[in-house]
């Protein structure tokens, strides 16, 4: 079975453009999250979506957005991009069952604001 | 790949020897915690969790110690071996699912052959 993919890879933006990054759960998976780990700092939580809707974001601007299609895939878009947002931006999809729910991660993408 | 070790601490093993990693949580009312392994150009890897009825769990060569009295994590790797040369970092998850977590920055654990 395939894991979460993400694309693309890499990244190399300007400050100011806009980025797109997408996500592919784990088949049956219904939960995608977004997490932007920046060099030296640990994961920070972006969005959660599930069953197509936002249920909660993390402590970041309204230019990052996002949303969840029919198929459960996922888009993360950052506008207006300035330096700080060069990280890696992963993606983790989960499903609950009987009260239990797992994480799984993509490899995720780097993204790089010059 | 890229490397997600720059600027953490880094810890030093023999090939053979125990691990131990340690992590430092800040909620009090985080009532679960994972352990995770995150490989140079890969996304993190769940290793062990544990709950916070629980103090210690063990796995396939891992354990995870909790002690909430001091909000203390630690991760213990026995026969430390090449292929466990990684970032490991801790998640504590308060209630509400998980999107009430916080990450731990990580330590670079190098394991000498």
């Known amino acids: 079975e395939a894991g979460v993919t993400q694309s693309p890879t890499h990244l190399i933006k300007t400050r100011g453009q806009q980025a797109t990054l997408r996500c592919s759960p784990i088949?049956?998976?219904?939960?995608v999250y977004w997490y932007q780990q920046a060099l030296g700092l640990g994961l920070q939580f972006l969005l959660w979506y599930d069953e197509g809707e936002e249920r909660n974001r993390g402590n970041f601007p309204p230019r990052f957005s996002g949303r969840q299609f029919p198929n459960y895939s996922s888009e993360l878009n950052v506008n207006a991009l300035e330096l700080e947002d060069s990280a890696l931006y992963l993606c983790?999809?989960?499903?609950?069952?009987?009260?239990?729910?797992?994480?799984?991660f993509g490899p995720g993408t780097r993204l790089l604001v010059l | 790949g890229e490397s997600v070790g720059l600027h953490l601490p880094t810890l030093s093993v023999q090939e053979g020897d125990n691990s131990i990693i340690n992590c430092a949580y800040s909620?009090?009312?985080?009532?679960?915690f994972i352990w995770y392994k995150q490989e140079s150009g890969k996304g993190p890897q769940f290793i062990i969790d544990?709950?916070?009825?629980?103090d210690k769990r063990q796995g396939q060569r891992v354990t995870v110690l909790l002690n909430k009295t001091v909000k203390h994590l630690s991760l213990q790797i026995a026969a430390t071996q090449p292929g466990d040369s990684a970032v490991y970092f801790c998640a504590e998850y308060a209630p509400g699912g998980y999107q009430k977590v916080t990450f731990g920055t990580g330590t670079k654990l190098q394991v000498i052959p």
């Open positions: 544990i709950r916070s009825n629980m």
């Open positions: 983790a999809s989960s499903f609950r069952l009987a009260g239990e729910e797992t994480q799984y």
């Open positions: 909620n009090s009312a985080s009532d679960y």
């Open positions: 088949s049956g998976h219904t939960s």
